[in-house]
């Protein structure tokens, strides 16, 4: 028979009453952000376990009692730890209306919804990447078939006849030269479309179309009736919306650069970024032809 004895676990340090890594309001005391948080104030990952449950394979689907504290603390407008109106997937990294990353919890599987939607969206942004690729080659292809068209070659020097005759200033040479790059600028596209590299360029370009708007009904689909529900506030203290944060993650899906190319137009850029000899010597031939008339 074992003598009667107390036996009490704890770690050096200890003090009754005082909890050593958060404070009864669910901040993190010093200790707990050196020990929970990155540098930038987010939590680290042995924070994210700490404050997460789990389902039978791992994934978090949830917060502890702990954890549902900590985020109310920080702003998050959560009612229990497995809040169905305002969650989304798992920690993710997204950007704040200030600009500013933050950190929002998972506590539903509606985050699991925004996290297929996310992969969706990423995996036809690769897609479009290489389809950008490909699209870049036929406008070369397709500028090139069209500056070495005599079609359009009779078009443009028409568009210089109408430019600079009408205005009685075909002797001069600066504007002789601006009015051939501009009929240039004018017809080579006109013509380069007519061509099958062409033809795969404007497919590219409703494919395009199509992919954002397509993540477009995603992000309305996701954000439904929730839009505006307040679902904390940043560093700055500036709050952010459900809203907010499915915005900034669907777009942070999608490579920036297929926003930049949708917006200035595959055909201006792949004419113009770059040095395309044949278009040059289009433009030197207009101008030696005009002359001559």
């Known amino acids: 028979m074992l003598p009667n004895h107390i036996e009490h676990h704890g770690i050096k340090g200890m003090r ?4 050593r890594y958060q404070n009864p309001d669910g901040t993190l005391t010093e200790a707990g952000k050196r020990r929970y948080s990155r540098s930038d104030g987010n939590l680290n990952e042995k924070g994210q376990r700490h404050f997460s449950t789990f389902d039978k394979n791992g994934r978090p689907n949830g917060l502890t009692p702990r954890g549902l504290a900590y985020f109310r603390s920080q702003g998050y407008n959560l009612q229990n730890n497995n809040d169905p109106s305002y969650s989304l997937y798992a920690y993710s990294k997204v ?3 200030s600009g500013r990353d933050t950190f929002v919890p998972n506590v539903s599987a509606i985050g699991q919804d925004i996290d297929a939607a996310t992969a969706n969206v990423r995996q036809r942004s690769g897609q479009m990447m290489e389809d950008t690729a490909r699209a870049f ?3 070369n292809s397709a500028v090139k078939t069209a500056a070495t068209s005599k079609e359009a ?7 210089m006849k109408r430019d600079l005759v009408s205005a009685n200033m075909v002797d001069d040479r600066d504007l002789v030269r601006l009015s051939a790059e501009d009929a240039a600028h004018e017809v080579i596209p006109a013509y380069a479309k007519k061509t099958e590299a062409g033809k795969r360029v404007d497919a590219y370009i409703a494919s395009m179309q199509q992919f954002y708007s397509d993540a477009k009904k995603e992000t309305e689909r996701l954000i439904a009736d929730k839009k505006d529900v307040v679902i904390g ?8 919306t459900y809203k907010d944060v499915v915005n900034a993650t669907i ?3 999608s490579d920036p650069y297929l926003a930049y190319v949708s917006r200035h137009g595959v055909w201006e850029i792949g004419m113009y970024s770059d040095d395309i000899p044949e278009v040059d010597s289009f433009v030197n031939q207009l101008i030696e032809d005009f002359s001559k008339t």
């Open 153 to 159: 070659h009779d078009a443009a020097m028409a568009y």
């Open 233 to 240: 506030r940043d560093r700055d203290g500036i709050e952010y």
């Open 16 to 19: 009754w009453g005082i909890r």
């Open 251 to 253: 777009a942070k899906a």
């Open 137 to 139: 080659e036929d406008v």
């Open 95 to 97: 950007s704040s209306p």
